[in-house]
């Protein structure tokens, strides 16, 4: 993989029995973009992110994250962050102490991590580190995670719907932040179901639908692309609506199978 490549998959595929829940999957990202990973629930966005982040381990293909195979878990590990959906959190702690935890298992340095959680906590509003993690409420907590996720000043970041539960103050100010990581050199892996985020801070979209990947590039690009009158005109999610029709039954399929394996899977 060329060194400014930041993410690389080629046909990965993952199975659980008869069930295909990722097929064939190649994709390559760049260093210091935002790749916005779209698909409708059961599509197997959240698959595909366990593998990349090597929590699940393909039925055949290969990937390199931060030029490391997906085989390398600790190298991996070593070089990316990971907010997923329900971020992992101790609700006996304080916010501040999950974040020392989390500092420990890396080695950080104690100085440097200090600054660190002070600079991302003022930047998020985030006041109530000394706070059991048990009172947060859903926003809290996520940005606690997010914290968590950047701490270590990751090559590679892997979000799956960061603004979930955030008013709107602390979603523009984390995507604002997605910006500048990205701008310093971090590559995003973005999920997310709203759209206009992605329209608006990813340089390539991947639509994910039935398990494949039905279309990839800049979204200006993806709303040209679609055909007929006025697609010029066209929105992301009129282009995500017209990509991603598939068999309902089949995403369900996908899901059940994915969650019975490894716990929830898409949303």
Avoid: C, W
Avoid at 121 to 135: T, Y
Wanted: aromatic share 4%; glycine share 10%.
């Amino acid at each position: 993989m060329p060194s400014d490549i930041a993410i690389e998959a080629t046909d990965l595929t993952k199975r659980y029995g008869s069930v295909t829940a990722v097929e064939s999957l190649s994709l390559s990202v760049p260093e210091g973009t935002v790749y916005g990973f779209l698909g409708p629930n059961g599509a197997g966005k959240t698959t595909t992110m366990r593998l990349l982040t090597t929590l699940s381990e393909p039925t055949s293909g290969t990937a390199r994250v931060a030029e490391a195979e997906i085989t390398d878990r600790d190298a991996v590990a070593a070089r990316i962050g990971y907010l997923p959906e329900e971020p992992p959190l101790y609700d006996e702690l304080t916010g501040r102490e999950q974040l020392t935890y989390v500092a420990g298992l890396r080695d950080l340095p104690g100085e440097r991590v200090r600054e660190r959680v002070a600079e991302l906590a003022g930047l998020l509003d985030l006041d109530a580190l000394d706070r059991r993690v048990e009172g947060y409420s859903s926003g809290m907590r996520r940005k606690l995670g997010f914290i968590q996720a950047v701490l270590h000043e990751p090559s590679v970041l892997f979000l799956d719907e960061p603004t979930n539960g955030l008013d709107p103050r602390a979603a523009r100010t984390l995507r604002d932040t997605l910006d500048r990581l990205a701008d310093e050199g971090t590559t995003v892996f973005l999920s997310t179901h709203v759209l206009p985020v992605v329209d608006e801070h990813a340089d390539t979209v991947g639509v994910l639908a039935d398990g494949r990947l039905v279309a990839e590039g800049p979204p200006s690009e993806l709303k040209r692309r679609v055909e007929g009158d006025g697609a010029g005109d066209r929105t992301l999610e009129e282009v995500f609506l017209e990509v991603t029709a598939e068999d309902p039954a089949a995403a369900d399929d996908r899901e059940r199978a994915a969650t019975a394996a490894e716990g929830p899977a898409d949303g």
